[in-house]
């Protein structure tokens, strides 16, 4: 089995450092985090992707309409 995941408190005042293992609590609330960020990252390289699609798909119409790759590059620059 795995060890369990630690914390570090640390005592300001005193300089006293102390490992202690996480509660299940803040093991499900860690749990939760990684999963909710992960989301956040997927969420985000997603609306990325959508992004640079449409910039694409927007620079091969304007090179539709007879324009050169300067024109295009000023337009979407």
Known sequence: M????????VDCSTGEQ???E????EIAQLEADRAAAEAQRAE????EQ???A?????????????????EVAALLG
């Open 22 to 25: 996480l509660t299940a609590e």
């Open 54 to 70: 449409k910039r694409l798909s927007a620079a091969d119409k304007l090179r539709a309409l007879g324009l050169d790759e300067a």
């Open 44 to 47: 985000q390289e997603a609306t």
């Open 50 to 52: 959508a992004r640079t």
């Open 2 to 9: 795995a060890d369990k995941p630690t914390k570090l408190i």
């Open 18 to 20: 102390t490992v202690v």
